[in-house]
């Protein structure tokens, strides 16, 4: 390229608003913050910012969750994203443009030597997509983990299942305003479709109103007909899940609607589900008498 006509520069910024949410208002995307364009983060991050936010807003609107979704929730775990994020792209801003002499021989080796080792190339691409970002196990929407499962805060891992003839990702079985009660067993037995009947009542259906469950197995032809009817039963055949959850056999992972981990365990443990959504307020209509009277947690 040579001989231009016109040139202009856009310098970077590194902003953030003081807090997110203030009264009735919520800011989301550039709107909070801006960062270096270097591996869109602010794209990315105004993204998961909207997600966060609208599922959020909708338990409130629906009367299944409280106002401390926003003033608790989304303000503390967007705001630590928001400064990992500019932590992240303010260093690589200043190591990209760096001009003295030291700093560019030192650039070029380091860019040479690393980007062809196998830790660069498998976690580069997950962390600038967002994939590695956790908000933690102490965020209020976190529940306990047990090891070798995906933990609290974090976001599942990818695994293909079957769909017809091809395949779908894990993440497509989340649903937009429902969290997800992913149970995993390697072989179902009576015992575990009793447990989930049992579970899985018609009142604990109107209770919980944002709820869906998913039983993934290896195999699943006998079963396909004692499953309550609601319940999503998935063969996995090939395993993809069970090696994404470190060959573990048997386990319940609670998901969030935006696709983060809120508890795991290698039980299915149904009480721990009843106990994270009711120690959060979390709470649909369960009965409806006369037209007024409701049951909350």
């Not at 179902?188 to 259906?205: A, C, M, T």
């Not at 004692?226 to 609670?254: H, W, Y």
């Not at 299915?268 to 009965?287: A, P």
């Amino acid at each position: 390229m040579h001989s231009p006509q016109w040139l202009t520069c856009a310098p970077f910024y590194h902003r953030r608003a003081e807090t997110p949410v203030k009264g009735r208002i919520a800011l989301v995307g550039d709107a909070y913050h801006l960062f270096s364009p270097l591996g869109a983060q602010g794209l990315n991050a105004g993204l998961q910012d909207a997600f966060n936010l609208a599922w959020k807003l909708a338990y409130i609107e629906k009367d299944w969750g409280n106002p401390a979704l926003l003033v608790t929730s989304y303000r503390e775990e967007r705001e630590a994203i928001a400064k990992l994020i500019a932590t992240v792209t303010s260093k690589t801003t200043k190591y990209i443009t760096a001009t003295s002499l030291p700093t560019r021989v030192f650039r070029h080796w380091a860019t040479w030597y690393y980007n062809k080792t196998e830790r660069v190339q498998e976690k580069l691409p997950s962390l600038l997509a967002g994939l590695m970002q956790s908000y933690g196990p102490h965020a209020f929407l976190s529940g306990d983990s047990d090891d070798g499962l995906p933990q609290a805060g974090e976001r599942i891992p990818h695994a293909w299942l079957p769909d017809g003839q091809a395949q779908k990702p894990l993440a497509s079985l989340i649903h937009g305003t429902k969290y997800t009660l992913l149970l995993v067993k390697d072989r179902l037995d009576e015992n575990s479709i009793k447990s989930i009947e049992r579970f899985w009542n018609g009142f604990n259906r109107s209770r919980y109103p944002f709820l869906q469950l998913i039983i993934i197995s290896r195999e699943t032809a006998a079963w396909q007909r004692r499953v309550p009817g609601d319940c999503q039963l998935i063969d996995d055949r090939l395993g993809s899940t069970f090696e994404a959850l470190n060959e573990c056999r048997k386990g319940m992972i609670l998901i969030r609607p935006d696709g983060f981990c809120a508890l795991s365990s290698k039980l299915w443990l149904f009480n721990d589900v009843t106990r994270y959504f009711s120690h959060r307020r979390l709470d649909g209509t369960v009965f409806d008498l006369w037209g007024n009277l409701h049951y909350a947690a």
